[in-house]
């Protein structure tokens, strides 16, 4: 547990991301695989494109994990585009 009750480290946010990812139903999970790919894809092109994980994360966070008024959409998207090879 972190200090700071309202602060979760990125240990206790990747924990509580994979524990949602295990809750998906299968549809979504297979949806938000393919999204990943393609995310995965869109940031290898980063020099190009310029659109990094942080970038991918502030434009698509809130839409695939919203959490609304607390930010943690956000933070869940830029744990998930880190760790794009959870699945």
Same mark, same amino acid.
């Given at each position: @547990?972190?200090?700071? $009750? ?9 924990? +509580?991301? %994979? ?20 995310? @995965?894809?869109?940031? $290898? ?9 942080? +970038?991918? %994360? ?30």
């Amino acid at each position: @547990t972190s200090a700071n $009750a309202e602060t979760p480290t990125e240990a206790e946010r990747e924990a +509580n991301f %994979a524990h949602l990812m295990d809750r998906l139903p299968p549809q979504q999970y297979y949806t938000l695989h393919a999204l990943s790919q393609l995310f @995965t894809m869109v940031v $290898a092109h980063e020099e190009e494109n310029k659109m990094s994980s942080s +970038n991918l %994360a502030r434009v698509f966070g809130l839409s695939l994990f919203p959490d609304i008024g607390t930010g943690v959409g956000t933070s869940l998207a830029s744990i998930y585009f880190r760790r794009n090879t959870y699945f």
